[in-house]
Each structure stands twice: as C-alpha cells, then as structure tokens.
C-alpha cells in the first residue's frame, strides 16, 4: 500500500492547493494520503472532492503545534472529523497566536534591519489566518538575505537567530484530547527533527503513550535511512503504531516527494492497519 500520511497545502504553509496536492499524489502512485496542515482543516474538503473524482483513498488529518517542556512538537491527528467543534475551536485558538507570533517575528527582524516582513510573508501566505515561518523564509529567500529557505533558516528563524521569537503553542495533552475527540488517532510528527537525547525522547514517547497516543512517524521526509532504524525500535519497544510520511509542501523545498517513500521496515504495525 503506497500511503502518505503527511502533507501540506496554500492552506498552511504548502506550495499547492489541496486539490493539486491530490492530483501529484495520485500521480506518483498514492492510494492513501492524509492532508496534514499546520493547526488548520479548511483544506480538506477541497482535498476529499478531487480524491473522490480520482478514486485516492483520502484521510482528514492536521498538524497540531504543541509545546513540550522547551521544546516545540508536532503531534499529526489522522481520521480526525474536520466538523468537530472541539477540534475546530482548539485550532482556531492556535492560529490567533500565530498572528501575534508573526507580528513578533516582524519586530525582530526589524530590528535586525529587515523591514516589511510582516507584508512580505503575508504576500506568500494563502491563508491570512496562517503565518508560518516557512512564509517568512520564502520572503527572505526571495530578498536575497540567504541562498535558499533552508538557508534562511539556519540564519535567520531558528532559535538564537535574529528573527526567532520564542512561542507557547498548545499543550500536548490538549492536542491529544481534541484529536481523539474528533475520532482520530494520534501520531508523534517526525521525532528525529526534535533535538532530544534519547532520554529525553523516552520521556516524550512514555508521557504520550499514557496520554493514549498510538502512533510514530518512522519513514518520514525529514528521517535519515539510520533514523528509520531509530524510531522502528522505538515503536516497537513502546508498542506504537508506525506512520509513513513524506511531509511534502512543495516541488522545490521538499527532499521528498508525495508518495516516494520506503516501505515501513518489517515488524511494524502500520497505522493504516483496520482502515
Ligand atoms: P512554524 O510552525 O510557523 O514554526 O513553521 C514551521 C515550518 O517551517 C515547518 O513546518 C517547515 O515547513 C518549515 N521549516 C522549519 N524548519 C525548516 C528548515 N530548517 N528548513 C526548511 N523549512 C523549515
Ligand atoms: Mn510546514
Ligand atoms: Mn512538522
Ligand atoms: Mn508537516
């Protein structure tokens, strides 16, 4: 089964309309792909209407920003009802702080003597509700202040960096509660990109678990081969369900394209598994 359980459209910080997210899937053999955008559903319908047409099995999902500890995390929610009002009330209180965030942001690289990017992200964002870095990279990029978004990042947007503002997002236990009560399954997003110990990432997966998360990205875009090693052992040993997941936002900026992945390595329960 070629699933993809993690991309993103215009209505986060994507390249593509939820639509022609679902064509490219279709077309580079997806058969289940999962909408995922950052703290936002409106895309879904959209993305389910051109999925039906091609006969791609299609899964609501969400990318949900939570903070942990000092850490920022992304907890995936797949098979979520995109009309519960729980969901759809907790998102919604997350993007109002993305627009503050993004005012703060703005301020700092202001101050680091780059003006106008509060105008210049928005003018990239397809959503004014959803300001994500990756939009103030692109204006960066564009302007010429680093070669390339990845660049920007590494200079500008990470932490300690002149435009990197610190950020409480959703608790995890929040974002859990409202994937589940909107009927879906809980994943841990790419857990390699986090910058934990293994300590550290135990904690996370042992907290998680208790809370009733079921699931880890194990192939993910952002994992390296040695990582898709990592976290099988980790799903394994805690009994989590594996996801397969490109993360893909676009032609250009994404290392992986929708549908390109390795298959789960043996021994690992995928999440998809009684769908
Ligand atoms: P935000 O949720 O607004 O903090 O933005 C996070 C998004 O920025 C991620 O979902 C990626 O799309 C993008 N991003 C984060 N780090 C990098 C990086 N090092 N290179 C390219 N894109 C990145
Ligand atoms: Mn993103
Ligand atoms: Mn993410
Ligand atoms: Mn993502």
């Not at 999925?51 to 907890?75: K, M, N, P």
């Not at 209180?93 to 003597?113: C, F, K, V």
């Not at 052992?233 to 397969?244: H, I, K, N, T, Y």
């Amino acid at each position: 089964m070629n699933a993809d359980l993690h991309s993103h459209s215009t209505v986060s910080d994507g390249l593509l309309p939820p639509a022609e997210v679902v064509g490219r899937a279709y077309r580079n053999g997806v058969r289940m792909l999962a909408l995922t955008d950052h703290d936002e559903i409106s895309g879904l319908a959209e993305a389910r209407a051109r999925a039906d047409q091609l006969g791609l099995r299609f899964i609501d999902g969400v990318e949900i920003s939570v903070s942990w500890d000092d850490y920022t995390l992304h907890i995936v929610g797949l098979n979520v009802d995109p009309a519960h009002k729980g969901l759809q009330e907790g998102l919604e209180r997350i993007r109002r702080t993305r627009d503050s965030r993004a005012q703060r942001i703005a301020q700092a690289l202001d101050e680091a003597g780059i003006p106008g990017a509060l105008e210049g992200a928005l003018a990239f964002a397809g959503n004014p509700e959803l300001i994500s870095r990756a939009h103030f990279a692109r204006f960066l990029a564009q302007h010429g202040y680093a070669r390339d978004v990845k660049a920007v990042f590494e200079h500008y947007l990470t932490w300690g960096k002149p435009g990197y503002v610190p950020h409480q997002w959703a608790e995890l236990d929040e974002a859990i509660r409202w994937i589940h009560a909107a009927g879906g399954t809980a994943v841990i997003a790419h857990p390699g990109r986090y910058r934990m110990n293994p300590g550290e990432m135990r904690e996370l997966v042992t907290r998680f678990r208790e809370l009733g998360g079921e699931a880890v990205e194990v192939i993910s875009g952002s994992h390296s081969p040695e990582q898709y090693r990592v976290y099988a052992d980790l799903a394994r040993e805690f009994g989590l369900l594996a996801s397969r997941a490109s993360d893909f936002h676009g032609p250009k900026e994404s290392r992986m394209d929708l549908g390109k992945l390795p298959e789960l390595p043996a021994g690992l329960k995928p999440v998809w598994q009684g769908w």
